[in-house]
């Protein structure tokens, strides 16, 4: 009779090892953090087999159009979020997330058929309103997923757990953006929004699935149970953000991101067009930028970020991007070089990916239920996108008024320092919330 040592390991158990290996997880958690990584994989995978095809469709309508769609798509993100925050209202949470992505996928229908049957000059304005629509599906399906993972896991869970669902978001992008590049000649654009519509539907599968298995680590909080509507008020997520000192923090550092991120992209704009003058060379350019981005985050993401939030905690960790800003923004106003912008692009996208995304998702653990979905889809959206726009009018003010890309460098410092100090008071405030829940819970 064969001993138990001896006896074949069960597959779960060898890919529970192997997965340990990468991350500290817990066997409780694995199921769920398994549908978890499926979600964000056909998420994002989804997303980048139509990005493309949205960036195509805005330059056929005129690059000088393109300021102007990204206003309508902050119009489109104000009209869409007191609908979502609706929903969140009137079902709980596993009804309004499959109703949220499958409104998205009927919508991918609805544009199927319209780019199909168009005329040319129908496609030019049936183009631009789906670079607004992919705009506002890019941020808003996201920040369901993360409203949700917040729901499931805490605030300890997510400093050992959420990097490796970015690393999941990440490979997704990577492979969408190669089965768009592979294959858009092949089939053409319609099948590859078919392909979106499934990778949607995969999506809602893992949800559901998720909902489902995740009451073995809900947070014992009072007066919160998962599988009831959230309820509230339709403009919750406005006025919650606006009451709430650390949802106005989290808003704020949201918006000094956006606003530093759009800065150093005109400046991209700037020196590409100064030393590459083909567009070929410009194309690999942006290219090898993606590709440095992609693998070093990825890396990062495997095996570092899960670690050094639980050895640095929430504050530090969310203080690297802006630490990183300061520096690289200084050393632009110095140097205004290739070799300069590449290294500081690439660390700041990096830093992002790998460390503030995480340590910004922790931030909600502490947040209250209702403001994880609500106030968490008005920051993530229309407060995203409003930076968007303060900061394209506002360089375009800057360099009306003669500042040089060294000038516009020298004022994104101090941007970045109020950056630095707001990233470390909302570290700071929700490891004390979390204290003081531990302390609660305790007694």
């Known amino acids: 009779m064969s001993s138990a040592s001896s006896a074949p390991t069960p597959p779960d158990s060898l890919l529970f090892g192997l997965l340990r290996r990468v991350l500290d997880v817990r066997l409780v958690e694995a199921k769920a953090l398994a549908w978890s990584w499926l979600y964000v994989f056909a998420l994002f995978l989804a997303y980048y087999v139509l990005r493309p095809i949205r960036d195509e469709l805005g330059v056929a309508g005129g690059v000088r159009n393109l300021p102007w769609l990204f206003t309508g798509t902050l119009l489109a993100m104000l009209a869409v979020n007191p609908l979502f925050a609706y929903a969140v209202r009137r079902w709980p949470r596993e009804r309004f997330i499959a109703l949220t992505y499958r409104f998205f996928m009927v919508n991918l229908v609805v544009f199927l058929v319209l780019l199909w049957r168009a005329t040319p000059e129908q496609h030019v304005w049936i183009g631009r309103a789906f670079f607004i629509w992919v705009s506002v599906f890019n941020l808003f399906v996201v920040s369901v997923f993360w409203s949700f993972i917040v729901d499931v896991f805490d605030a ?26 592979g294959l858009v000649e092949k089939i053409g654009q319609h099948w590859l929004l078919l392909a979106s519509i499934a990778l949607l539907e995969v999506a809602v599968f893992a949800s559901r699935r998720l909902s489902r ?19 509230g008020g339709v403009f919750a997520g406005l006025t919650h953000t606006f009451r709430s000192p650390y949802l106005l923090g989290i808003a704020g550092f949201i918006l000094l991101y956006t606003v530093t991120s759009t800065f150093l992209y005109f400046q991209q704009a700037t020196i590409a067009e100064a030393n590459f003058p083909e567009r070929a060379a410009r194309t690999a350019f942006f290219a ?22 639980s050895w640095l905690g929430v504050a530090l960790t969310l203080c690297a991007l802006p630490l990183f800003s300061v520096a690289g923004f200084a050393a632009l106003a110095a140097s205004p070089t290739v070799a300069v912008f590449v290294f500081v692009q690439v660390a700041r996208r990096v830093s992002n990916f790998a460390l503030a995304r995480p340590a910004r998702e922790v931030l909600f653990t502490s947040a209250a239920r209702e403001d994880r979905y609500k ?11 409003g930076g968007d726009q303060i900061a394209s009018w506002s360089y375009a003010g800057l360099v009306g008024l003669g500042l040089t890309l060294t000038g516009i460098s020298m004022v994104a410092v101090p941007l970045s320092v109020a950056w630095l100090g707001l990233s470390f008071w909302l570290g700071r405030r929700q490891e004390a919330t979390q204290r003081e829940r531990a302390r609660t819970t305790a007694a």
């Open 156 to 181: 300890e869970q997510g400093k050992r757990l959420f990097g490796f669902l970015a690393a999941g978001a990440t490979i997704g992008g990577i492979a969408g953006s190669a089965l768009t590049s």
């Open 213 to 231: 298995i995740s009451d073995a680590f809900q947070r014992p909080l009072k007066g919160e149970d998962p599988n009831q509507a959230v309820g």
């Open 375 to 385: 106030a968490k889809n008005f920051i993530d959206t229309v407060v995203y996108r």
């Open 288 to 309: 090898n930028i993606d590709f440095r981005v992609n693998v070093f985050t990825l890396v990062f993401q495997l095996f570092l970020t899960g670690r050094i939030l």
